[in-house]
């Protein structure tokens, strides 16, 4: 249960004074609620409309004073006093209730946010290590069941604060009773921890499920394509049946795990409760009118012990998600970049001179022995055009993750203007980084909103200058909404190419100072591509570019040519100087495209 009290320690710094008040709202209600079933016992038995010996009795001092009364007037007088308490009673429950619900809400709100903060301040190498659909899972469904569990903790502590005033009461009128009723309920306590551990090891699996069913349902609707192409349906619903099958099986032994410890409750609270009365009158000698009362009270508490020990079971089995949600949150403090969040208000870092990568040296987990890059020196100079080349898995792309210090080496320093990049510089010079992935990704909203995402205040005129930078401007104007027209997820609505030339044209609308571009043509047409290097070549003594090139022959207006291999930079130069060299690894690659593309 520490997972679960860790949350809820959270909860009462969040809350503050509200969620104590609240708490003394509850035992209140509570004590009223007990101070009601109190009275209207003994009071009835003094006006005769039960007959039960009030004398020597926790009620006998007020006995005297009633009887003068007339009956009529007694009974006004007790009713009137039984509604004041019930209604008080009532009245602050409602209060504590709405106060309760409003301070659970504004907890799942900063809980979310919170949480959701941590996520976007990590580094990327951390999501690098992550699926997508178990951040997902835990943002959603074990979030969802963390806020369930503060619900019922707290509704655990209410039924606790008035189980305790009733015990104190009973206590008051008979120890010895209570003891005994206590004793009983404690060896019941004992016997059900078994439902309580089952509980938990199903709540684990409860996890498990959910995380594999929505990994697997995320993967495939991303995959529908190849399922559909490779006739893949049979087997994806054999997957889902098999997967819904132990869903199903885990639900119901959770079902079947209740009703059999609420059985076994149950049927112990009416043996007990028998066996107590029984007792009481053979064995204490009660008093008529303390049995009453303390039968009554402990026949309300009884159903209070049930639920109790349900809430507990219910508890545990949210255990697992709570302790997986504080592990997400300690990993993402662990990965935290200190950015400020709030970057549409910084300042762009300005590059007068260049970025320099110094003795680099780079790996993905640091148990591998082989470096991804090992000593890489290179200089990109400032508002030039630099090519980065080298055949598939050279290193490139991490290289690029390097550059926009979106990972940071583990030997060596990338240095802007001469200065090593830190920490708190990264905000402003990723706001200076405009990035275009061979994989284009747009949101599911209209071009227009795309293009509000990276610039808020961006104007139509800007747009479609952009627009027609990236030789996007026809088709656009010849969607059923142009610029409202709504893209689908990940854009799916428009062709590749013209996704590929939207993404440029988002690009370029922040006017950034350092444009990257990650084999970002490969999607295009031959027509469109030799548009877009038009377009790039305009740009050039106007912001640094840096381009990874798949295709060779797009990158000969470049200043420098950077040839990776195996994690090293291998060749340096000018894109006619390395094509002309028949022994060069970039004069080999570009050969072999040239033939193949024959």
């Not at 016997?191 to 709540?203: H, N, P, T």
């Not at 009453?292 to 020990?309: D, E, Y």
């Not at 509000?452 to 104007?459: I, R, T």
Request: one cysteine or more; hydrophobic letters at 45%.
């Amino acid at each position: 249960m520490n997972s679960i009290l860790y949350f809820m320690k959270r909860l009462h710094r969040f809350s503050g004074a509200a969620l104590s008040i609240n708490l003394l709202g509850m035992t209140v209600s509570s004590f009223l609620e007990s101070i009601g079933i109190l009275l209207l016992i003994p009071m009835l038995s003094l006006i005769g409309i039960i007959n039960l010996d009030v004398q020597n009795s926790y009620f006998s001092s007020l006995s005297t004073y009633m009887q003068k009364l007339s009956p009529t007037l007694s009974l006004s007088i007790i009713l009137g006093v039984y509604i004041t308490i019930v209604l008080i009673q009532n009245r602050i429950q409602q209060k504590v209730t709405i106060r309760n619900a409003e301070i659970q809400q504004r907890y799942s709100r900063h809980l979310r946010q919170e949480t959701y903060r941590t996520l976007l301040q990590s580094n990327w190498s951390f999501f690098i290590k992550k699926r997508s659909s178990d951040l997902i899972n835990l943002l959603t469904i074990e979030l969802a069941r963390v806020l369930g569990a503060i619900h019922l903790f707290l509704q655990l502590i209410t039924a606790l604060i008035f189980t305790v005033i009733q015990i104190g009461i009973a206590f008051w009128l008979s120890p010895v009773l209570t003891l005994f009723v206590l004793g009983c309920g404690i060896v019941l306590g004992v016997c059900s921890r078994k439902f309580i551990k089952q509980a938990k090891q199903l709540g684990n699996q409860t996890s498990q499920l959910s995380q594999s069913y929505l990994a697997g349902i995320t993967d495939q609707l991303n995959g529908m394509k190849d399922i559909k192409s490779n006739t893949l349906e049979a087997s994806r619903l054999r997957w889902l049946s098999a997967l819904t099958r132990g869903m199903m099986e885990e639900q119901v032994a959770y079902v079947r795990l209740r009703m059999n410890s609420q059985l076994v409750y149950k049927l112990t609270s009416a043996v007990l409760i028998s066996c107590f009365i029984l007792i009481s009158f053979k064995l204490f000698q009660s008093q008529s009118i303390q049995l009453l009362t303390i039968t009554v009270i402990f026949a309300r508490l009884w159903p209070r012990f049930t639920s109790i020990q349900s809430t507990l079971e219910q508890l545990s089995s949210m255990v697992p998600a709570c302790k997986a949600l504080i592990q997400l949150q300690n990993e993402c403090r662990a990965s935290d970049e200190q950015l400020d969040l709030n970057m549409e208000t910084t300042a762009a870092l300005r590059i007068d001179h260049g970025i320099e990568c110094r003795n680099v040296s780079f790996r993905y987990n640091q148990d591998e022995y082989a470096c991804t890059l090992h000593n890489i020196n290179l200089f990109i100079p400032s508002n030039q055009m630099t090519a980065i080349a080298g055949p598939s898995g050279a290193g490139k792309s991490t290289l690029i993750d390097l550059i926009m210090g979106l990972i940071q080496p583990e030997a060596g320093h990338i240095l802007v203007d001469g200065f090593p990049l830190a920490s708190h510089q990264l905000a402003s010079y990723r706001h200076s980084i405009s990035y275009v992935a061979q994989d284009p990704f747009l949101f599911n909203a209209s071009i227009r909103e795309n293009f509000y995402m990276v610039k808020p205040d961006a104007s139509d005129t800007e747009m479609w200058e952009a627009l027609q930078f990236a030789s996007s401007a026809d088709f656009v104007h010849k969607l059923p909404e142009g610029l409202d027209t709504v893209i689908g997820d990940r854009g799916i609505r428009l062709s590749g190419g013209e996704r590929q030339r939207i993404v440029i044209a988002r690009a370029i609308i922040r006017k950034p100072s350092i444009l990257i571009l990650d084999e970002a043509t490969s999607a295009l047409d031959t027509d469109n591509e030799r548009k877009i290097q038009e377009a790039i070549e305009r740009l050039k003594g106007k912001m640094t570019i840096i381009v990874v090139a798949h295709r060779l022959s797009t990158i000969r207006q470049a200043d420098q040519v950077i040839v990776l291999n195996q994690g090293a930079v291998v060749e340096q130069g000018e894109f006619h100087q390395l094509a002309a060299d028949s022994n060069s690894l970039f004069g080999s690659l570009l050969h072999n495209q040239s033939v193949a593309s024959a």
